[in-house]
């Protein structure tokens, strides 16, 4: 374990996450883990570690991390305007930190969150088998300035010139097609409700680690019941407030709801709706069980593709 990076400005929001907390859900524990899975995943898998190993998580920008030692690291997902002592540094591609040296991330150009993966992986506080900050809970490590984070980076490694293909590299649009299998309520909800959430753009009015408040542009809707004996809900599960009005339940979601669902987001459309900033639009489409296994299916193969390149990429190391 060595130290890599002091805090000197936490910014808008710093944690810890890796792939969450599937296996205690029944206990109410929420699943927390990485807000954009796709980013992080890619991350860990070009800097040559398991793609589920923990990885730093920045929201928005405004974070300022010193450098204790020579570290290697990937930056991906939002593309928050990275520096290194001032220089814009490239996305998506191994690269090199020294001793000294500023890591800054100064606002996004694009997208919200993004991910610091760390050869080795981040050495923290685990709760649940998992080191996923969650805040409200007290799980994972809570940051405050001059936080000291460790990992367990491999001195010998040496980077070799690696990275994601331009093309390959995920796009941040404010404009999206987020594709969703209906719920059990589908039915049951108001037509003049569906027709206001799904013909036209939905805005996201706010967003957190938590959920994402969303607004039809009918401002004001009639109110419908929308009180239910609670459920389960997930990350993604597409709620409807009394009004009418939508809300996306995200990564630190709790595990239980008792408001009506439209239904969930395909797992394969998650990172896009995390990246959306407040302001932006997007459509919601409803497709059939089968189109989203084929989606999901293909986002996996993706991933798995890339891990299998990059090993190959160690093997030549060796």
């Known amino acids: 374990m060595r130290a890599i990076f002091k805090v000197l400005k ?4 710093v944690t810890i996450q890796d792939s969450g ?21 890619i991350g860990n898998l070009l800097i040559g570690n ?3 190993m923990a990885s730093i998580e920045i929201a928005i920008g405004g974070t300022v991390l010193m450098a204790l030692n020579d ?8 593309n928050l ?6 220089n814009l540094v490239d996305m998506y591609k191994v690269i090199v930190v020294n001793k000294g040296d500023f890591l800054s991330f100064n606002g996004p150009k694009s997208g919200v969150y993004a991910y610091v993966s760390v050869h080795g992986g981040i050495n923290s506080k685990s709760d649940f088998d998992s080191q996923s900050s969650y805040l409200l809970a007290g799980f994972g490590l809570n940051f405050t300035n001059d936080t000291i984070i460790y990992g367990n980076t491999d001195t010998s490694f040496k980077p070799t010139k690696i990275g994601l293909i331009r093309k390959y590299i995920p796009k941040h649009h404010d404009k999206l097609c987020v594709h969703f299998i209906k719920s059990s309520h589908y039915e049951k909800i108001p037509e003049f409700v569906k027709e206001a959430i799904l013909l036209d753009e939905l805005i996201v009015e706010s967003s957190n680690r938590m959920g994402m408040y969303l607004r039809t542009t009918q401002t004001s809707l009639q109110q419908i019941e929308s009180n239910i004996l609670s459920e389960g809900v997930t990350f993604g599960t597409i709620q409807l407030l009394p009004n009418g009005q939508p809300i996306i339940l995200l990564a630190d979601s709790q595990t239980t709801g008792g408001y009506i669902t439209l239904g969930t987001v395909i797992y394969s459309d998650l990172w896009k709706i995390v990246q959306l900033q407040e302001g932006s639009s997007f459509n919601l489409i409803s497709i059939e069980f089968e189109e989203a296994r084929k989606r999901n299916k293909k986002f ?5 593709h890339l891990e299998i390149e990059r090993n190959d990429r160690l093997k030549e190391r060796v």
């Not at 936490?10 to 929001?13: I, P």
């Open 71 to 78: 570290v290697s690291i990937v930056i991906t997902g939002a």
């Open 300 to 304: 996996k193969q993706f991933i798995d």
């Open 10 to 13: 936490k910014g808008v929001q």
């Open 21 to 41: 907390r599937e296996k205690f859900r029944h206990l109410g524990v929420p699943l927390s883990g990485a807000m954009d899975h796709f980013a992080y995943q």
């Open 81 to 86: 305007s990275a520096t290194i002592n001032g």
């Open 50 to 52: 398991s793609r589920n």
